[in-house]
C-alpha cells in the first residue's frame, strides 16, 4: 500500500491526476448502461427521459 503522506507533492498531483481521468473515462464509458438500468428500476427517470428526448427533438427540428 502506499502511504499518501509520505508523497512528494508532484507524485500525489500525478497519482490524483491519474485516478481522476481513470473516474471520468468510467464514467463516461458507463454512461448508457446505467441509464439503461435507471430506466428499467423507475419509471419516473424513464418518463423523464422520453420528455427530454422529445424535447430535444423538436428544438434540433426548430434549427434545421
Known sequence: M?????LP???KII???GFS???ISIV????????????KISPEYREFIRK???RNKK???KLR
Do not use: H, K, Q, W
Not at 463516461?28 to 430506466?39: A, G, N, Q, S, T
Open 28 to 39: 463516461m464509458v458507463l454512461r448508457y448502461p446505467i441509464m439503461l438500468i435507471l430506466m
Open 15 to 17: 497519482l490524483v491526476t
Open 9 to 11: 507533492l508532484y507524485s
Open 2 to 6: 502506499i502511504d499518501f503522506a509520505a
Open 52 to 54: 427530454t428526448l422529445e
Open 59 to 61: 428544438n434540433r427540428s
Open 21 to 23: 481521468i481513470g473516474f
